[in-house]
Each structure stands twice: as structure tokens, then as C-alpha cells.
């Protein structure tokens, strides 16, 4: 967030008064009138820009100092820092300034684009701009006596189209492409002039012409491209580099619909190898329409690139400028063979030689992404094994790159992007989610949004309950990768570089690297899904990483958990059959107890679980029974109470709720009374009062729901309503207890009381609190409370009236 100064100042700029603003517009107005711009009129505009810009709404300025701001504006003579300033206070003020900028558009160039940027951002509709436009594409057909304003054009003009398509015509799309062609294939190969120092006593001369060079330092052979080096460039070779940088966003603009020849629908019939044999030649290049001539010369163009980026360059900034070269050329090609098919047959031996250089170097990660994404839309036309492709992509990369944030954010948006092709055509894509989760455990908070989108097509039926596992161990992942990152940076021998680390740090360290707990790290970090759900020594490894359980990262990355666990199951029970149910069942009871202990992170999580624990057994009840003996088990035990007691709360009310006859018939009175009798247990042992007790560390809720599951076992076995009579008449003397009244509020006591009164006199009448604790399957449904003989409504009135009549029955 901003510094405390800043936010301060921010503060100041909102909340000025109406009146106090309009002051100082006038002071302002003034200032702007003087002959020499002094520094107090830039500080009193960056001060206005600030003030305007602070707030959501469009700050409504007086008209003359907006007039007089758009004079500043289109002034060629005004020093360029008040037309920036200028420019940003009109784009945020009101009214718009959209018509009165366009009714006379300058040829200054450094005007021009400042008056276009606040048209742009102003303009509500394509008639806003259509004057611009216009403006524009004459500049593009004229030489003007500056010669830079078609340099400015190219890039408003981008933007316009990507937001306004519709406002060039046919005619105009085919002139700006004809123009494209010219400055992208036929720009100078000499260098531009520079003026030099003739020496003491003699003035400046113009030096010649030198040619220019590939980043390597050779002289450039071949027509020019971005990565040809000079020391000046001429003005066309500046509109090559700028038509370049907008030749994607104009061929997925415009290039959407092939050509407008009547042809083009059967050219897809004709032999793929002649097609490009025609479109190869320079003379049949000649003859294309516009469009189609812009993409062979855009094609050229990349592949010019791709050759030129195997050099080995001489800067560092160079090697940076090729592979960002990579990663356009290879994304314009494939949109190029997606409009026309004929380009994939030339484009295929450039790509996989491409692939070839650049596999295993770690440096051109990011340009794999776009040779991917060409080998999945074009593999399957030209016949190509892309298999390793995919290996490579998914095993090699998340797993030594995760640690840069650029490319795992553009990695996560290639699945985003192409998650349901990657699902039905590569293998691998969906077991490779624990090489995937290492960008989110890495960069928790800012890939969360991406993670949450893309979870759902990493969700497989064979692979499901691993991903829970792996999930609930994100944690623990971002903890082993935080590990594998410094040991790799310190040797083990150096214990002053260990020691600086912190003691803490240093011990994990040391774990990490002993043998013994090799095999631990090995399967959090491992690369794809298969080796197993989980692994037996979980705990350990959490002893193991306990040191690092208040690391920021680890900490920010166990805030996401939760709401990537909301994620999967709200997916997986649509899904999952009743195998999966049932295993899904299993790892709630289990991984309930088996988190890494973070501040509040199991908190969190078993919340998730008691929320997602109601809707499976609402979706299949018949879990309670399938896995009766293991939620027997967790039920009987109080120790479970004190460690997680809202899951423990809501496992004793699925019990109460859903072990019934009418939702599985195999549910038996043995059963319902083996249940009772472990949660009678539980109550009595938690409830007993001792003068040596102390206050319960349980919530009143915990009592009362146990209460009412007792009564609801009860009313299906009603030999059992004596016992449960007896237990609940002894709520009244805990409740009244003085290690209870310490600790509960009197609200909560009565809430135990009255939740005991009700229950009691309920049962007195054994099928009235069948009807009321255990109705039917169906009893939410419309019927129970639309039809006035099975009105569920009238039903609670006239059982609300007995229970009142029946006020004896407090307990004692």
C-alpha cells in the first residue's frame, strides 16, 4: 500500500470542499495566463492532477481554465511537461472535452498524441473518435514536413481499432495493411544520420551512413527487423519497429475473417503443399489482396526474427530484446496458421527447430509458453507428436522456475486460456497439479483469483482425493520449496551463512538435507500426481517443518487454503460417485487431526470441513452408515473435542440427522444404539460435576446439539427414551454449577436448560417428537408447508401448545 505520507496527501486531494477547489482553479487560471511558466504553476497543476485523480467521479471544473487547459494542450510552443499535466487533468475532469479537442486536430506529433490520449480515454462512442480517425489515416497517406507523425499514429491507432473495430471500413483495413506491408518488409538498411562534432573550430557535419548490425556485431545481410542494431535509426525503420509491435492486436482485429475473397472458403480444399508453394514465391506475394499480403509479410518477418534470435548477442539487453522477439514472433505465426492452415506446413520446421534450441535452457522458460500453445492448436493439421512438448512444459518448468513470478503468472493464464483443450488432449496436464500448485505456494497472494478459475479442470476422478491431500498440504509445500531455495544458495558447510538465517531456519535446513527424512521432501515436492494420496509420516514431516510454520510466505500461502477448499468440493460433489463420497468422508475425519500447526489455519479449515461434511451426507446419507465404524470411532472420543470442536459438532449433528431407517435401510437398532450409547458417554463425561472440575473449555452449542442427537437416536429406538430422560434432567444441575456460571454467560445456561426442558417433554409424547426431532426425508419439501393437512407450520403450533400445558415436566 502507499507509504503514510502518501496516503495522507491522497487523503487531502478527496476530501477538499467544492468551494476551496474552485478557489483554486482560479488561482491556477491565472498562473496559466502569465508569460513564463514559473515553478509554481507546475506545482499548483501537479497539485490540481493530484485532486482530480483521487476520487472515483470526474471532478467538474470551471469552463474557462478548461478552456484554457485545452489551449495548453494544442499549444506546439508550450514546454511539454504542462501538456502532460494538462492532458491528465482534462482525461479526469468534467464535462468531457472530446468534441471541442477534435474540431481542430494538430500535425504537431507531440501534440497530436496528447490530445488523442484524452480523446480515447473520454470518448463514449465511436462517433467520439471517428474525427481522430480520420485525422489519423490521412496523416498515414501524407508525408508531413515533420515526418514523426505517422510514428504517433500507429500506436493510437491500435488502440482505437482494438476498441472501436467496427469504425474502419474495408476500404481503410485494406489501406492500413497495404501501409503495414511497406514499413514492416522494405524499411532502410543503413543507419540513420547523426550529427557530429566537426572538432574546436569547425561546426557540426553529418557523418555517413552506417550500415547496420545483428546483435552479434555482424553486418545485417537481410531486410530489417527489430533486432537490427544502430546507433540512430531512420524514420521508416521507426515505423517498422512500431508496426511490428502492433501487428498481433491488428491481425486478430482484422484479420479474424480471412480475406474477402469468395475463393477463400475453397482454398482449404486445395493441396496444402502447392498453396504453399504459391504463397512463397515473391511474385504471387504481389498479387494477394491486402490482408492476405500482410500476413506473408508478417510471416517473413517472424521468421527473420526467429533466425536472428540464435545469435549470440553482445549485450545482456539484447539477449533480453531476443527472447522477448521469441515470444512475439511465435504467438504472430500462430494466429497467422490459425487463419490461413496453409502457413502450418512452413511454420512446423521453424517451430521444432525453434523447440530444439531453446528445450532445457531455462533462460527462454517464458518463450515455450507461446511454441506450446502453437503445438496445440496446429499439432493435430500437420500430423505432430507434440507429447514431449507437453512433458517438458509441465515437469521441467513449475518445478525450477515456480520462484519467477512473470512466468508463473503467464503459465497460469496458458492453462486458463486452454484448460479444456489440455484436459481432453494432453495426458499429463492433469497429473501434473502438484508441479502446478508450486506457482500458487510460491506466489500465494497473487495468483490466487487464477488458482481459483483454474482448480476445477485439474479436478480428476482418479487423481481427486490426492488433490484434497495436496491442498491441505499447501502449507507444508511452500515451507519444503522456501527450504530447497536456500539450500541451494548455501553450502552446508558454511554455518555462518546457516546461522544468519535464523536458528530456527537453520534447524529446518538441517532436516532437509539428513538423509533420514529424504524421502518425506521428495513426495511434497514431487513433480506429478500417482505416488500415492498421502504419506504415513505426515505428521513428522509437520514436526519436521514446525519452524517454519511463522514464515510470511508459509503464513500467506495457508490463508488460501480454505477458499481453494470451498473450490474442490463445491466441483467434486457434482461429480463424485459414491466410492469418492465415501473416501472424501474418510479424509475429513482424518486430516481433521493431521494439519500443520499454523495460527489459526486448522481453525479454518475444519470450518471448511463441517460445511462440506453437511452436504455430502445431505447429497448421499447413506455415508453414515458405510463409514459407521470410523465415525463411531472419532465420535466416542472427547479428546476430539478440544482440538476441533466445530467439526466434532457438526459430525455429531450429520449422526442425529441422517442415522435413520428412512434414509438407508441398513440402518439397524443395533447400530442406532451402539451410537447412543458412545454419545451418552461423551455428555456424561463432559458434564460431570467435580469440586476439583474447571470451567469447560466448550462452547454451550456443543452441549445442546449433543442433547438434541441423543433425543433424535431416542425417538428411533424408543427403548432408549428413558436414558436419554434420565441424562437430559441432569442438564439443570451442571448448567447451574459454579465452574459452568463462571464461565457461560446466563443466556447460555438458559439456553442448556431450555434445550433440556423442551427435549424432555418432547419425549413424554414419543410420537409427537418423532414428528418434530425426526421428520421424514421429505419434509423440506413445499407440500409440508403449503398443504394444510400436512402442514409442518400447523404441526410445530399444536406440539408448541402441549409442550406449554406440560410445563411440569421441568427437570430437576
Given at each position: 500500500?502507499y507509504?503514510?505520507?502518501?496516503?495522507?496527501l491522497?487523503?487531502?486531494?478527496r476530501?477538499?470542499?467544492?468551494?476551496?477547489?474552485q478557489?483554486?482553479c482560479?488561482?491556477?487560471?491565472?498562473?496559466?495566463?502569465a508569460k513564463?511558466v514559473?515553478?509554481?504553476?507546475?506545482?499548483?497543476?501537479q497539485?490540481l492532477?493530484l485532486i482530480v485523480?483521487?476520487?472515483k467521479?470526474?471532478?467538474?471544473?470551471?469552463s474557462d481554465?478548461?478552456m484554457?487547459?485545452?489551449?495548453?494542450?494544442?499549444?506546439?510552443?508550450c514546454p511539454?511537461q504542462l501538456?502532460?499535466?494538462?492532458s491528465s487533468?482534462?482525461r479526469?475532469s468534467?464535462?468531457?472535452s472530446?468534441?471541442s479537442?477534435c474540431?481542430?486536430?494538430?500535425?504537431?506529433?507531440?501534440?497530436?498524441s496528447h490530445?488523442?490520449?484524452?480523446?480515447l480515454a473520454?470518448?463514449g462512442?465511436k462517433?467520439?473518435v471517428?474525427p481522430?480517425?480520420?485525422h489519423l489515416?490521412?496523416s498515414l497517406?501524407?508525408?508531413?514536413?515533420d515526418?514523426?507523425?505517422?510514428?504517433?499514429a500507429?500506436?493510437?491507432?491500435s488502440k482505437?481499432?482494438?476498441?472501436?473495430?467496427?469504425?474502419?471500413?474495408?476500404?481503410?483495413?485494406?489501406?492500413?495493411s497495404?501501409?503495414?506491408?511497406d514499413w514492416l518488409?522494405y524499411?532502410?538498411?543503413?543507419q540513420?544520420a547523426?550529427?557530429s562534432?566537426g572538432?574546436?573550430?569547425?561546426?557540426p557535419?553529418t557523418?555517413?551512413?552506417a550500415p547496420l548490425?545483428?546483435?552479434?556485431g555482424?553486418v545485417?545481410?537481410d531486410?530489417f527487423?527489430?533486432?537490427?542494431?544502430g546507433?540512430?535509426?531512420t524514420?521508416?525503420?521507426?515505423?517498422?519497429?512500431y508496426t511490428?509491435?502492433?501487428?498481433?492486436?491488428?491481425?486478430l482485429?482484422?484479420?479474424t475473417?480471412g480475406t474477402?475473397?469468395t475463393?477463400?472458403?475453397?482454398?482449404s480444399?486445395v493441396?496444402?503443399?502447392v498453396m504453399?508453394?504459391?504463397?512463397a514465391?515473391?511474385?504471387?506475394?504481389r498479387l494477394?489482396?491486402p490482408?492476405?499480403?500482410?500476413r506473408?509479410?508478417?510471416?517473413?518477418?517472424c521468421?527473420?526474427?526467429i533466425?536472428?534470435?540464435?545469435?549470440?548477442?553482445?549485450?545482456k539487453?539484447?539477449?533480453?530484446?531476443?527472447?522477448?522477439?521469441?515470444?512475439?514472433?511465435v504467438?504472430i505465426?500462430?494466429?497467422?496458421c490459425?487463419?490461413d492452415?496453409?502457413y502450418?506446413?512452413r511454420a512446423?520446421?521453424c517451430?521444432k527447430?525453434?523447440?530444439?534450441?531453446l528445450n532445457?535452457?531455462?533462460a527462454?522458460?517464458?518463450?515455450?509458453?507461446p511454441?506450446?500453445?502453437?503445438?496445440?492448436?496446429?499439432?493435430?493439421?500437420?500430423?505432430?507428436?507434440?507429447?514431449?512438448?507437453?512433458c517438458?512444459?509441465?515437469?521441467?518448468?513449475?518445478?525450477e522456475?515456480?520462484n519467477?513470478?512473470?512466468l508463473?503468472?503467464?503459465?497460469?493464464?496458458f492453462?486458463?486460456?486452454?484448460a479444456s483443450?489440455l484436459?481432453d488432449r494432453?495426458a499429463?496436464?492433469?497429473q501434473?497439479?502438484p508441479?502446478?500448485?508450486?506457482f500458487?505456494?510460491?506466489?500465494?497472494?497473487?495468483?490466487?483469483?487464477?488458482f481459483?478459475e483454474?482448480?476445477?479442470?485439474l479436478?480428476?476422478?482418479?487423481?481427486a482425493?490426492?488433490?484434497?491431500?495436496?491442498i491441505?498440504d499447501?502449507?507444508c509445500?511452500a515451507a519444503?520449496l522456501?527450504?530447497q531455495?536456500?539450500?541451494?544458495c548455501?553450502?552446508?558447510l558454511d554455518r555462518?551463512?546457516?546461522?544468519?538465517?535464523g536458528?530456527?531456519v537453520?534447524?529446518?535446513?538441517?532436516?532437509?538435507?539428513?538423509?533420514?527424512?529424504r524421502g518425506?521432501f521428495l513426495y511434497?515436492l514431487?513433480?506429478e500426481?500417482?505416488?500415492?494420496?498421502?504419506?504415513?509420516?505426515?505428521k513428522?514431516l509437520?514436526?519436521?517443518?514446525?519452524d517454519?510454520?511463522e514464515?510470511?510466505?508459509?503464513?500467506?500461502?495457508a490463508?488460501?487454503?480454505?477458499v481453494?477448499?470451498?473450490v474442490?468440493?463445491?466441483?467434486?460433489?457434482?461429480?463424485?460417485?459414491?466410492?469418492m463420497?465415501n473416501?472424501l468422508l474418510?479424509v475429513?475425519l482424518?486430516?481433521?487431526s493431521?494439519?500443520y500447526n499454523?495460527k489459526?489455519f486448522?481453525?479454518?479449515v475444519q470450518?471448511v470441513?463441517?460445511?462440506?461434511l453437511?452436504?455430502?451426507c445431505k447429497?448421499?446419507?447413506?455415508?453414515?452408515?458405510?463409514?459407521?465404524?470410523e465415525i463411531l470411532?472419532?465420535?466416542?472420543?472427547?479428546?476430539?473435542i478440544y482440538?476441533?470442536?466445530?467439526?466434532?459438532?457438526?459430525?455429531?449433528?450429520?449422526?442425529?440427522?441422517?442415522?435413520?431407517?428412512?434414509?438407508d435401510?441398513r440402518?439397524?437398532?443395533?447400530?442406532?444404539?451402539?451410537?447412543?450409547e458412545s454419545?451418552?458417554?461423551?455428555l456424561?463425561?463432559?458434564?460431570?460435576?467435580?469440586q476439583s472440575?474447571?470451567p469447560?473449555?466448550?462452547?454451550?452449542?456443543?452441549i445442546t446439539?449433543?442433547?438434541?442427537?441423543?433425543?433424535k437416536?431416542?425417538?428411533?429406538?424408543?427403548?432408549l427414551?428413558?436414558?436419554?430422560?434420565?441424562c437430559?434432567?441432569?442438564?439443570?444441575?451442571?448448567?447451574r454449577?459454579?465452574?459452568?456460571?463462571?464461565c457461560?454467560s446466563e443466556?447460555?445456561?438458559?439456553?442448556?436448560?431450555?434445550?433440556a426442558?423442551e427435549l424432555?417433554?418432547l419425549l413424554k409424547?414419543?410420537n409427537?417428537?418423532?414428528f418434530?426431532?425426526a421428520?421424514?426425508?421429505?419434509g423440506d419439501?413445499?407440500?409440508?408447508?403449503?398443504d394444510?393437512?400436512?402442514?409442518?407450520?400447523?404441526?410445530?403450533?399444536a406440539v408448541?401448545?402441549?409442550?406449554?400445558?406440560?410445563?411440569?415436566?421441568?427437570?430437576t
Amino acid at each position: 500500500m502507499y507509504a503514510a505520507a502518501t496516503e495522507s496527501l491522497i487523503k487531502q486531494a478527496r476530501e477538499i470542499k467544492e468551494e476551496e477547489l474552485q478557489r483554486f482553479c482560479g488561482r491556477i487560471f491565472k498562473l496559466l495566463h502569465a508569460k513564463d511558466v514559473s515553478g509554481d504553476t507546475v506545482d499548483s497543476l501537479q497539485r490540481l492532477n493530484l485532486i482530480v485523480s483521487a476520487t472515483k467521479y470526474a471532478r467538474e471544473l470551471p469552463s474557462d481554465l478548461v478552456m484554457k487547459l485545452q489551449t495548453v494542450l494544442r499549444s506546439s510552443s508550450c514546454p511539454e511537461q504542462l501538456q502532460v499535466l494538462s492532458s491528465s487533468i482534462i482525461r479526469e475532469s468534467f464535462p468531457p472535452s472530446v468534441h471541442s479537442l477534435c474540431s481542430d486536430l494538430s500535425h504537431d506529433s507531440r501534440t497530436f498524441s496528447h490530445v488523442a490520449s484524452v480523446v480515447l480515454a473520454q470518448a463514449g462512442n465511436k462517433e467520439d473518435v471517428m474525427p481522430l480517425c480520420h485525422h489519423l489515416l490521412k496523416s498515414l497517406e501524407s508525408r508531413l514536413s515533420d515526418g514523426q507523425i505517422s510514428r504517433h499514429a500507429l500506436p493510437i491507432l491500435s488502440k482505437m481499432s482494438t476498441v472501436y473495430p467496427e469504425i474502419l471500413t474495408d476500404d481503410q483495413v485494406n489501406l492500413v495493411s497495404r501501409k503495414l506491408v511497406d514499413w514492416l518488409r522494405y524499411a532502410s538498411m543503413q543507419q540513420g544520420a547523426s550529427m557530429s562534432s566537426g572538432g574546436f573550430f569547425s561546426g557540426p557535419r553529418t557523418r555517413q551512413p552506417a550500415p547496420l548490425t545483428e546483435v552479434d556485431g555482424v553486418v545485417t545481410g537481410d531486410f530489417f527487423t527489430v533486432l537490427c542494431l544502430g546507433q540512430s535509426y531512420t524514420e521508416d525503420q521507426w515505423m517498422n519497429m512500431y508496426t511490428f509491435s502492433m501487428i498481433k492486436s491488428w491481425l486478430l482485429t482484422y484479420d479474424t475473417d480471412g480475406t474477402t475473397n469468395t475463393e477463400s472458403d475453397d482454398r482449404s480444399e486445395v493441396d496444402s503443399s502447392v498453396m504453399s508453394m504459391v504463397s512463397a514465391t515473391s511474385s504471387s506475394s504481389r498479387l494477394l489482396p491486402p490482408k492476405e499480403r500482410l500476413r506473408e509479410k508478417a510471416f517473413e518477418y517472424c521468421q527473420r526474427l526467429i533466425e536472428q534470435s540464435d545469435r549470440k548477442a553482445l549485450k545482456k539487453t539484447d539477449t533480453e530484446l531476443q527472447k522477448a522477439c521469441i515470444v512475439e514472433s511465435v504467438s504472430i505465426m500462430d494466429i497467422i496458421c490459425g487463419e490461413d492452415p496453409s502457413y502450418v506446413y512452413r511454420a512446423f520446421p521453424c517451430i521444432k527447430a525453434l523447440y530444439g534450441r531453446l528445450n532445457g535452457d531455462l533462460a527462454y522458460a517464458r518463450a515455450l509458453l507461446p511454441i506450446a500453445q502453437f503445438y496445440l492448436n496446429h499439432s493435430e493439421i500437420a500430423a505432430v507428436d507434440s507429447e514431449a512438448v507437453f512433458c517438458q512444459l509441465f515437469g521441467q518448468c513449475p518445478a525450477e522456475q515456480f520462484n519467477e513470478p512473470m512466468l508463473a503468472f503467464e503459465f497460469v493464464q496458458f492453462c486458463l486460456l486452454n484448460a479444456s483443450v489440455l484436459q481432453d488432449r494432453v495426458a499429463n496436464y492433469r497429473q501434473s497439479f502438484p508441479n502446478l500448485l508450486k506457482f500458487l505456494a510460491w506466489n500465494s497472494s497473487g495468483l490466487i483469483a487464477e488458482f481459483v478459475e483454474l482448480l476445477p479442470s485439474l479436478i480428476a476422478p482418479e487423481t481427486a482425493i490426492e488433490l484434497l491431500h495436496t491442498i491441505l498440504d499447501l502449507p507444508c509445500l511452500a515451507a519444503a520449496l522456501d527450504l530447497q531455495q536456500r539450500s541451494a544458495c548455501y553450502q552446508a558447510l558454511d554455518r555462518t551463512a546457516w546461522d544468519q538465517q535464523g536458528a530456527k531456519v537453520a534447524a529446518c535446513l538441517d532436516a532437509f538435507r539428513q538423509p533420514s527424512y529424504r524421502g518425506l521432501f521428495l513426495y511434497i515436492l514431487r513433480p506429478e500426481a500417482g505416488t500415492g494420496d498421502t504419506i504415513d509420516r505426515l505428521k513428522m514431516l509437520h514436526e519436521i517443518l514446525a519452524d517454519m510454520a511463522e514464515s510470511p510466505r508459509v503464513v500467506r500461502c495457508a490463508q488460501v487454503v480454505p477458499v481453494l477448499l470451498h473450490v474442490y468440493f463445491n466441483t467434486v460433489t457434482q461429480k463424485a460417485d459414491e466410492k469418492m463420497m465415501n473416501q472424501l468422508l474418510l479424509v475429513l475425519l482424518e486430516r481433521s487431526s493431521l494439519l500443520y500447526n499454523i495460527k489459526t489455519f486448522n481453525v479454518e479449515v475444519q470450518k471448511v470441513f463441517s460445511t462440506h461434511l453437511q452436504a455430502l451426507c445431505k447429497l448421499h446419507p447413506p455415508l453414515i452408515v458405510d463409514q459407521s465404524r470410523e465415525i463411531l470411532e472419532f465420535a466416542s472420543s472427547p479428546a476430539n473435542i478440544y482440538s476441533k470442536e466445530d467439526f466434532y459438532t457438526h459430525v455429531v449433528w450429520v449422526i442425529g440427522e441422517y442415522l435413520s431407517v428412512s434414509y438407508d435401510p441398513r440402518c439397524t437398532v443395533e447400530l442406532i444404539t451402539s451410537f447412543f450409547e458412545s454419545l451418552e458417554a461423551v455428555l456424561f463425561e463432559i458434564t460431570q460435576v467435580r469440586q476439583s472440575a474447571g470451567p469447560p473449555s466448550f462452547s454451550p452449542r456443543l452441549i445442546t446439539v449433543l442433547m438434541t442427537t441423543l433425543a433424535k437416536l431416542a425417538t428411533r429406538s424408543q427403548d432408549l427414551i428413558p436414558r436419554v430422560s434420565l441424562c437430559l434432567s441432569k442438564m439443570r444441575t451442571f448448567a447451574r454449577s459454579a465452574p459452568v456460571m463462571a464461565c457461560y454467560s446466563e443466556e447460555d445456561t438458559e439456553e442448556i436448560i431450555t434445550r433440556a426442558h423442551e427435549l424432555i417433554n418432547l419425549l413424554k409424547l414419543p410420537n409427537v417428537a418423532q414428528f418434530v426431532l425426526a421428520p421424514s426425508a421429505g419434509g423440506d419439501g413445499p407440500r409440508w408447508h403449503r398443504d394444510t393437512n400436512a402442514s409442518l407450520p400447523q404441526g410445530m403450533r399444536a406440539v408448541s401448545g402441549l409442550l406449554h400445558r406440560h410445563s411440569s415436566f421441568l427437570p430437576t
